[in-house]
């Protein structure tokens, strides 16, 4: 009984949840947990895309081969961006969240994230885990990780 009260008040702290998105399948599964979260407890989620602009995402140059978009500037970047972080909302939406927030940043990825949730005033971030693919992330840490070393306030990491 004790364990439930304190998870109920834990709980209803939690009012506006970040969840940073890259389009590959470990972000999708933090938008449904963010969204479980957050139509249980009516509470806002802020869906955020951060393009790191020395760099093309994968899974950007997936999408625009798929869709036969031709070049890759940082327009056409922003547009396919926004439209993963529209498809996030729709989901949201599916998922019974009525209160959300779309964005598409430009900056350091886990930085960026950090700053937004600030901004925001966001309680929780929720990010999808994601294992080391390439050299720099191993040397690095992971955006995960080094999203949880930075936080101010709770992070969710989902496999």
Do not use: W
Not at 46 to 53: D, G, H, R, S, T
Request: glycine share 8%; aromatic share 4%.
């Amino acid at each position: 009984m004790g364990r439930v009260c304190i998870v109920e008040r834990t709980l209803r702290i939690i009012n506006k949840l970040l969840v940073a998105l890259d389009g590959a399948n470990h972000s999708l599964k933090a938008v449904y947990y963010a969204c479980t979260f957050a139509a249980a407890l009516k509470a806002r989620v802020i869906l955020l895309y951060v393009l790191k602009a020395q760099e093309i995402p994968e899974v950007l140059r997936d999408y625009t081969d798929l869709e036969h978009i031709p070049g890759l500037d940082m327009d056409i970047l922003k547009k396919v961006a926004g439209d993963l972080v529209s498809n996030a909302e729709k989901r949201a939406r599916e998922n019974g969240v009525d209160d959300i927030v779309g964005e598409v940043e430009e900056g350091p990825v886990a930085r960026t994230f950090i700053a937004r949730a600030k901004h925001h005033d966001a309680d929780m971030i929720v990010v999808g885990s994601r294992g080391f693919g390439s050299i720099e992330a191993t040397l690095r840490g992971g955006v995960s990780h080094r999203v949880g070393l930075l936080a101010e306030c709770p992070v969710l990491t989902v496999k």
